[in-house]
């Protein structure tokens, strides 16, 4: 009950397409969903996140969906750029715990 | 502002021996977690520790622990090491007590021969 469900495992695009990542969970006190991207030899930076009294987030070329009802949601990565190609992670937490669940990663490559 | 500072960065040890890792968080950050990173498991949760208390701790055997100074900085210790416990170790720090806008550092890469 404690997982978070990352799928694809990895994914190629063309520049400016919109990659999409999906994430789902379990346990229904998450209450607060972040997104990381990690490049190589560094770790893993906030890029948006997300609470469940909210269906959508964006922040420059990135959104948030989220599903409350069927506990999921999305990384949407608008005109994706060369420079994107990193691993994403989503994870959850709850509230006050600072302990954040991790999916397992996407590797995302966008090709020039 | 500096960011979070993870030393060493690379260590090679051999089974059996112990190693510590440090960790200077975000200068005011008064919030230290743990996280392993591996390729199978990915990155699991080691444990937590606010104005020096340990506030949650993950599925991790007791060979793993750590401890939290007065000036915030952090140390994790790996006790007899084993060939599984080779990995990327973060720390990430955060201004208050909760797992919002956690900052992470490099890292420091562990490898047990």
């Known amino acids: 009950q404690q997982q978070v469900k990352q799928s694809p495992q990895s994914l190629i695009v063309q520049k400016g397409g919109i990659p999409i990542i999906n994430c789902a969970y379990e346990n229904t006190a998450f209450d607060y969903f972040p997104w990381y991207q990690q490049f190589p030899g560094k770790g893993p930076a906030l890029l948006i996140a997300i609470r469940p009294d909210v269906s959508e987030k964006k922040e420059g070329r990135f959104t948030i969906s989220f599903n409350k009802s069927a506990k999921q949601f999305s990384l949407h990565i608008m005109d994706s750029q060369p420079g994107d190609s990193a691993t994403y992670f989503c994870a959850a937490s709850i509230q006050n715990t600072g302990k954040l669940i991790f999916g397992q990663g996407t590797t995302l490559q966008v090709k020039p | 502002k500096a960011g979070v500072t993870q030393t060493p960065r690379y260590l090679i040890k051999t089974r059996g021996q112990q190693v510590t890792l440090s960790c200077s968080p975000i200068s005011g950050h008064r919030s230290v977690s743990w996280y392993q990173q591996t390729p199978g498991q990915g990155l699991q949760f080691l444990f937590e520790?606010?104005?020096?208390?340990?506030?949650n701790k993950g599925n991790f055997p007791g060979r793993f622990s750590g401890r939290q100074f007065s000036n915030s900085r952090s140390e994790m210790n790996v006790s007899t090491l084993e060939l599984g416990d080779s990995a990327l170790y973060l720390c990430a720090s955060s201004a208050g007590p909760a797992a919002n806008v956690l900052t992470f550092g490099a890292g420091s890469r562990l490898t047990v021969l």
């Open positions: 520790y606010f104005s020096e208390t340990q506030r």
